[in-house]
């Protein structure tokens, strides 16, 4: 195995020289093909025309009580009913990403819809019919389901962040500060609504489990499928080759897959289960609501002295997860004396887990309207109160940046949007009954590398194949590691295959918290590089002077075939990245700002978003096509955020009441405008191999805040209360907006 610890900034590698043209080219979609003609085999379809049974989950219709006996007896003899399966160790919910295994039941109910047994059926009607016919007789008990009522407070587990950060003495630095802005901000519980529901099939083999289900962390969730059914890990082998979007939710197992794996091996036959939408949204995890206090101390003249940040969240009994709301509050925000802290406020309401770019998603739109309303109260441009309070080191630690462009992001927005033609007094704006405005704000999005690795073999014939049990959730990363082969390897692309998805395969980071191309990306680099080095010992020569374009090696006045080099024999070779001492020695981090121009109606209170720009930099970009079309995801979900979504909790039991897409509303076509996105130039040496940071959750920081500053631009009218829906803008509007209509 050929393994590199990235304990050291890269050098130059072959990938700056892009002698090929591909790395960074936007290149079309690998798998592209296979997904629009139908041939992509998603969890659910797998054993398609094989005897198979179908699962269908048993919800629990309380919110919190003990559950005193389950009768399935009537279920058992109903037609086409194999099996059905309850006790104690159901599980409530999905796994958490890291956990060992998913939490049970054991005896009690937690949630509102919480799985409380598992028919088992010829069809899944029969199924779904049975379900109903399953009787339980429970204890109620008194649930909490509000989380500005705080009953039950307690401190977080360090998942995925300290939950308190502190430096100096906040309190007396705010009290003696000149300014002194003190205002709390709230965001709902919000949902990752993917598009393909939460599924699987499993089939058992006499001693051997095989799982094909929709997930994104494949070596920790075959692990959890593993302890579910109480088998060895060496005894399961799962596959997630396509993936129809996670955003977090399947970071750790759904319940289906247990499910699917106990059914299979109760009734003897392969077993498919796909969640309902419904059951989507009660029974895998979700965003957890915030409240969150943001305090800054500043000088008259904008200089910011000292910074707080205090966030409530929600989680559900025995969960030390918590939406870590202040993650780049650590580092983006200066102030020598500063509290960045998180309490978890316990409900009984479905667990709270990571939904894309956990933190950043919900902080920022506290943060940054936070800032946006301190440079108001100072008279101070937004752009210029954040070029004036821009840290040179990390100041939570004083470490270093490894590289930093968020001013350049900013300042090249300014100038592409027209920054200087914003009206400097709200509401002054008006076209007819619209006002209109702009509005900004900063994005950050803290790098992680992983430990993950990659097989490359170059067949006899020349050609490369790219194994890893990475997953592909719709961001490019088939796409990516055939470019990055092919361009270490001096391929063409069509020469280069691609193999993800597969716990027999080389372990990989997997997809999520924007690692997985950096990550996997640099576990093929490592491979290729170890390629390299064996084909240039065939050679005799030294590998850095070793050029290999169009299936050739060209060594001094040699231009050699590699099928001649490899003379009828594959060669295979293992390469693994592992996280070292630049991740110790450096804060990293991608960074980007958001521009906004919105138009306000003053008799209804409607916000349009008329036009939206991105501008990130994100260390090296592997495929500008496949980052920009993330960049466009991250920014319409930032629309939703900040106009549309918000996923409603009773607070008598618990109940999700706008449990599909129908009610639980996200940006259509009509919601979203023409999309600009611009990536820097830049180069992260001490990131990653690859010079590249994450890029994926970047776009989604921030840019709420962004449209609802614009909001208040166009209409003097700060909502910090998110969604900024239309009955909370119409109740402050002034009268004389709608006379002047």
Same mark, same amino acid.
């Given at each position: 195995?050929n ?6 900034a ?9 002698t ?23 969890a ?12 269908f989950?048993? @919800?629990?219709?309380?919110?919190r009580?003990?559950i ?18 309850s ?12 956990a ?15 799985p409380l047994?598992?028919?088992i ?19 109620p008990?008194?649930?909490r ?14 998942? @995925?962040?300290?939950p *308190? ?23 709902p ?18 001693d ?24 060895d890990?060496s ?5 997630s ?12 197992i ?8 106990l059914?299979?091996? #109760?009734v ?13 949204f ?7 609501e915030?409240v ?18 205090e ?5 559900s ?5 918590f939406?870590?709301s202040?993650?780049?509050s *650590? ?26 770019a ?5 902080g ?40 930093r ?8 927005g300014?100038g ?6 914003r009206?400097?007094?709200p ?9 209109i405005g ?8 803290k ?16 050609r490369?194949t790219?194994? #890893?049990?990475?997953t592909?959730?719709?961001?490019g ?7 990055i ?18 716990t ?21 680099? *490592? ?13 005799d ?5 070793? #050029? ?8 001094g ?7 001649e080099?490899?003379k ?10 592992? @996280? ?7 804060h ?11 138009a306000?109606?003053?008799?209804t ?12 930099a994100a ?9 920009t079309?993330q ?19 009773d ?12 009610e639980y ?12 996105v611009?990536?820097l130039?830049?180069?992260d ?16 920081a921030?840019?709420?805040a ?19 829906t ?16």
């Amino acid at each position: 195995m050929n393994k590199h610890v990235m304990d050291k900034a890269i050098g130059e590698t072959r990938l700056d020289r892009n002698t090929q043209g591909i790395i960074g080219k936007g290149v079309d979609r690998y798998e592209g093909p296979l997904k629009v003609s139908g041939r992509a085999t998603y969890a659910y379809e797998n054993l398609a025309g094989e005897d198979v049974a179908y699962g269908f989950v048993v @919800p629990a219709p309380i919110g919190r009580g003990a559950i005193k006996s389950v009768d399935a007896s009537k279920a058992e003899s109903a037609p086409g009913v194999l099996a059905v399966i309850s006790g104690d160790k159901i599980l409530r919910a999905s796994s958490q990403p890291m956990a060992p295994a998913a939490q049970t039941i054991d005896g009690e109910v937690f949630h509102y819809n919480q799985p409380l047994a598992i028919v088992i059926a010829e069809s899944f009607e029969a199924a779904r019919h049975a379900s109903h016919l399953v009787t339980a007789d429970y204890e109620p008990k008194q649930g909490r389901y509000d989380v500005k009522a705080r009953e039950t407070v307690r401190k977080p587990d360090a998942m @995925p962040m300290e939950p *308190v950060n502190e430096r100096g003495d906040f309190e007396k630095a705010f009290a003696e500060a000149e300014v002194q802005f003190d205002e709390t901000y709230t965001t709902p519980s919000y949902h990752a609504a993917a598009m393909e529901p939460h599924a699987s099939v499993a089939k058992w083999d006499g001693d051997r489990l095989t799982v094909w289900s929709s997930c994104q962390l494949l070596e920790t969730n075959v692990k959890q499928i593993a302890a579910g059914v109480g088998l060895d890990v060496s005894k399961v082998r799962l596959h997630s080759p396509y993936i129809g979007g996670g955003f977090g939710s399947k970071l750790g197992i759904g319940p289906d897959a247990v499910f699917a794996s106990l059914g299979a091996m #109760t009734v003897g036959k392969p077993v498919k289960i796909a969640l309902t939408r419904q059951n989507v949204f009660q029974q895998t995890s979700r965003r957890g609501e915030t409240v969150q206090r943001v305090r800054f101390g500043a000088t008259k003249e904008g200089k910011i002295t000292c910074f707080a940040h205090e966030t409530d969240t929600t989680n559900s009994p025995g969960n030390g997860f918590f939406e870590p709301s202040g993650i780049s509050s *650590v580092f983006l925000y200066p102030g020598k004396d500063r509290r960045i802290a998180h309490t978890i406020v316990e409900t009984d309401a479905l667990m709270t887990s990571a939904v894309r770019a956990p933190g950043e998603a919900t902080g920022m739109l506290a943060t940054e309207s936070a800032l946006d309303e301190l440079a108001d109260r100072l008279g101070i441009d937004p752009i210029d109160l954040r070029r004036m309070n821009e840290p040179k080191v990390n100041p939570q630690d004083d470490t270093p940046f490894s590289s930093r462009m968020l001013i350049e992001c900013i300042e090249e927005g300014a100038g592409r949007f027209g920054w200087g033609d914003r009206p400097q007094k709200p509401g002054t704006r008006r076209e007819g009954e619209w006002l209109i405005g702009m509005g900004m704000s900063s994005a950050s999005r803290k790098n992680s590398l992983m430990k993950s690795s990659a097989e490359i073999e170059m067949s006899p014939d020349g050609r490369a194949t790219v194994r #890893t049990s990475m997953t592909d959730i719709g961001t490019g990363t088939y796409t990516i590691l055939q470019q990055i082969a092919a361009e270490m390897l001096g391929l063409p692309l069509g020469q280069v295959d691609v193999e993800l998805g597969d716990t027999a395969l080389p372990a990989s980071s997997g997809s999520g918290g924007s690692w997985g191309a950096n990550s996997a990306g640099s576990s093929v680099f *490592v491979a290729a590089e170890a390629m390299i080095a064996e084909l240039a010992k065939r050679l005799d020569v030294d590998a850095e002077t070793l #050029t290999l374009k169009d299936g050739h090696a060209i060594a001094g006045n040699r231009q050699i075939p590699f099928s001649e080099i490899l003379k009828g024999e594959a060669i295979t070779v293992l390469g693994q990245i592992e @996280p070292g001492k630049t991740d110790e020695e450096t804060h990293q981090a991608s960074y980007g700002a958001h521009f906004a121009e919105v138009a306000v109606n003053v008799v209804t209170g409607e916000t349009r978003v008329r036009r939206l720009l991105t501008v990130g930099a994100a260390g090296r970009i592997l495929n500008h096509k496949t980052a920009t079309s993330q960049c466009y995801g991250g920014q319409i979900w930032g629309i939703g955020y900040a106009l549309e979504e918000e996923l409603v909790i009773d607070t008598r039991n618990g109940l999700m009441v706008n449990h599909d897409l129908a009610e639980y509303h996200v940006p259509v076509h009509a919601d979203v405008p023409k999309l600009d996105v611009v990536l820097l130039e830049e180069r992260d040496t001490h990131a990653s191999p690859l010079a590249g940071k994450g890029i994926g959750e970047l776009a989604i920081a921030g840019v709420g805040a962004a449209i609802n500053n614009a909001i208040y631009n166009a209409t003097g009218v700060r909502v910090r209360d998110y969604p900024v829906t239309m009955d909370k803008l119409l109740s402050q509007l002034p009268d004389d907006y709608l006379t002047a209509a």
